[in-house]
């Protein structure tokens, strides 16, 4: 990313981030993984319906995704801030922990801030079906917005998946099990302790040394599903791209921005 501005590796971030996430979503259901039954039945669709609509929401999901790496626009990147809205609630709809929802924040999260960088919700509708611009220069207002936006986010997803380490969720203690930890229960508790903090830290003041290992963290520790491992990291891809973005943000503000409450416009340069 040498020669890019700070305001073009956010976005980059961001644009490659939602292209993973819809990539590795659309997988599962090109190989119709079977826990999606149970969000199809969310909406009154059953099993037999659910495994023939698989493959189509998954290559839908698949094309958005490249989209956005070919042909990025506000219309694709919009759509995908609500359809990760609604896959993401399928979760606790189905019965699953509220926490599933919050820890997918990246995948509604990564679009929203890249909606943000590009101009926000308020433009023409041409503009909405235009190419986003890669050339991007962003005033001090909207970097603020993103930045604040980046660090919601980074905060949902890293309390969420602590709070399903801490309640010990059952596919958690296999990866720990799997990676040959004696009492994968404890190992929960422990990895959940600390993601809390890690949490608390990225909204309350995301020191960029202490962020970069969150990053480096959360992007090596995804790779240890016992079943689907790419397609399960890829779809996280928009985890890695707030938090990559947000460091990226981090790395150049000035360092009373970054400090609770949250500041405005004045304080946070553009650059």
Same mark, same amino acid.
């Given at each position: 990313m040498r020669g890019l501005t700070i305001n073009q590796k956010i976005y980059f971030t961001l644009r490659?981030?939602?292209?993973?996430?819809?990539?590795? &979503?659309?997988?599962?259901? /090109?190989? @119709?993984?079977? /826990?999606?039954?149970?969000?199809?039945?969310?909406?009154?669709?059953? &099993?037999?319906?659910?495994?023939? %609509?698989?493959?189509?929401?998954?290559?839908?999901?698949? %094309?958005?995704?490249?989209?956005? !790496?070919?042909?990025? @626009?506000?219309?694709?990147? #919009?759509?995908?801030?609500?359809?990760?809205?609604?896959?993401?609630?399928?979760?606790?709809?189905? #019965?699953?922990?509220?926490?599933?929802?919050?820890?997918?924040?990246?995948?509604?999260?990564?679009?929203?801030? !890249?909606? !943000?960088?590009? #101009?926000?919700?308020?433009?023409?509708?041409?503009?909405?079906?235009?190419?986003?611009?890669?050339?991007?220069?962003?005033?001090?207002?909207?970097?603020?917005?993103?930045?604040?936006?980046?660090?919601?986010?980074?905060?949902? %997803? !890293? /309390?969420? &998946?602590?709070? %399903?380490?801490? /309640?010990q969720k059952q596919g958690l203690l296999n990866q720990y099990n799997a990676l040959g930890f004696g009492n994968p229960a404890q190992t929960a508790q422990f990895v959940g302790f600390l993601e809390v903090l890690a949490a608390l830290m990225v909204l309350i003041r995301p020191f960029k040394n202490i962020l970069f290992v969150f990053i480096v963290w959360k992007i090596t520790s995804e790779l240890f599903y016992p079943k689907y491992e790419m397609f399960e990291w890829i779809e996280r891809g928009g985890s890695y791209g707030v938090l990559l973005a947000l460091w990226f943000a981090v790395k150049k503000a000035p360092a009373r921005a970054m400090l609770w409450p949250f500041k405005q416009t004045s304080d946070l340069e553009a650059y």
């Open positions: 490659l981030a939602v292209a993973m996430c819809f990539i590795g &979503h659309g997988a599962f259901g /090109i190989i @119709t993984k079977a /826990i999606w039954c149970n969000y199809f039945a969310v909406a009154g669709i059953g &099993h037999d319906t659910a495994y023939t %609509l698989m493959p189509i929401v998954g290559t839908v999901d698949i %094309l958005m995704g490249i989209s956005m !790496l070919v042909y990025p @626009t506000r219309a694709v990147a #919009g759509w995908l801030v609500i359809w990760g809205l609604v896959t993401a609630s399928m979760r606790p709809l189905s #019965g699953e922990p509220f926490a599933e929802f919050i820890e997918r924040a990246g995948n509604y999260g990564a679009p929203f801030a !890249l909606l !943000l960088l590009q #101009g926000g919700f308020n433009t023409g509708f041409k503009q909405w079906f235009s190419r986003m611009n890669d050339e991007i220069k962003v005033d001090a207002a909207t970097l603020s917005k993103v930045t604040i936006w980046l660090r919601v986010f980074g905060f949902l %997803l !890293l /309390i969420g &998946h602590g709070w %399903l380490n801490l /309640i």
